[in-house]
């Protein structure tokens, strides 16, 4: 099977930074794409940021110019740089990845998620 496992989380002050990343192991055949999704408490998970095997990149206008996304093909690993974050990006940040397994089944995997609390 395959599994992400993410790491980075954790407290920030208004206006600072943290670095998610999320690493994809298994019986991994193809990646096609690899993202970030978010859901605070009382709301639904919501697209924050996604990167293609082709390098096309999506974010969500609450994050445009803020937050980074990028990948590491050959360690399978996705990363997000959030930069100047808002208590509104407060929630637990789960990674997602669109991959075809040594199977040949395609489907959506999920991370466990991380909480990210932006709190002075």
């Known amino acids: 099977q395959v599994q992400l496992v993410e790491s980075g989380g954790g407290l920030v002050q208004p206006g600072g930074s943290l670095r998610l990343s999320c690493a994809a192991s298994?019986?991994?055949?193809?990646?096609?794409?690899m993202g970030w999704y978010r859901q605070a408490p009382g709301k639904q998970r919501e697209l924050v940021a996604a990167i293609t095997s082709g390098g096309s990149i999506n974010y969500a206008d609450s994050v445009k110019g803020r937050f980074t996304i990028s990948r590491d093909s050959a360690k399978n690993t996705v990363y997000l740089q959030m930069n100047t974050l808002k208590p509104e990006d407060t929630a637990v940040y789960y990674c997602n990845g669109d991959i075809r397994t040594g199977w040949g089944q395609r489907r959506a995997y999920w991370g466990q998620g991380t909480q990210v609390t932006v709190s002075s």
């Open positions: 298994g019986s991994i055949f193809s990646i096609y794409a």
